[in-house]
């Protein structure tokens, strides 16, 4: 029986990279000369953002933000905490989301099964596996998930498997 995975993941490696770009951006750039400023990586769901002032931090992550767009991550992954003002520096984590939490994959279930489409969906961890008998009946649940805009993080579809 055909099946695919939903699934909400970051690549790593991706993220890396545009973290390395935004530090490149921010050292080249004349408004961060002789200051502070950075964008490092914590771990996989955290980036920390680093400058001497509140408003320079907002930039900082402007400029993450598009390097993360050229790399095609979504940036709806991405939760800003609150600055931390400490001494001369001002520091934000950036958490970035990923997995489907168990609130959203029951949305999600309850989604496909409201569509009233001869497939079955389950929550197995951090993903949902979606099975039915005909491809084009999964083709419709992917499409139907791609344009549904009340869901805040961005959806994969993987492991389709005929």
Same mark, same amino acid.
């Given at each position: ?10 690549? #790593?490696?991706?993220? #890396?990279? @545009? ?8 050292? #080249?750039? $004349? ?6 400023? +950075? ?11 680093? @400058? ?11 400029? $993450? ?24 520096? @001002? ?14 994959? +029951?949305?999600?279930?309850? !989604? ?20 039915? +008998?005909? !491809? ?8 139907? /998930? +791609?344009? @549904?805009?009340?869901?805040? /993080? ?6 389709? !498997?005929?």
């Amino acid at each position: 029986m055909p099946s695919f995975d939903i699934v909400s993941k970051v690549d #790593t490696h991706e993220l #890396t990279n @545009a973290v390395d770009q935004a530090n490149r951006v921010i050292s #080249t750039r $004349f408004d961060f000369k002789g200051i502070d400023a +950075k964008v490092a990586v914590q771990d996989d769901s955290h980036v920390q953002l680093k @400058a001497e002032a509140e408003f320079q931090l907002q930039q900082i992550l402007d400029i $993450f933000q598009q390097t993360l767009i050229k790399r095609n991550i979504d940036i709806a992954c991405l939760d800003p905490q609150d600055v931390t003002l400490s001494g001369k520096h @001002a520091l934000q984590m950036v958490h970035i989301k990923q997995g489907i939490d168990a609130q959203l994959g +029951k949305s999600i279930n309850k !989604r496909i099964k409201d569509a009233k489409l001869k497939v079955q969906s389950s929550i197995q961890g951090d993903q949902v596996r979606v099975t039915g +008998k005909k !491809r084009d009946d999964l083709q419709q649940v992917i499409a139907m /998930l +791609k344009s @549904a805009e009340d869901i805040d /993080l961005p959806l994969q579809f993987s492991n389709f !498997r005929d």
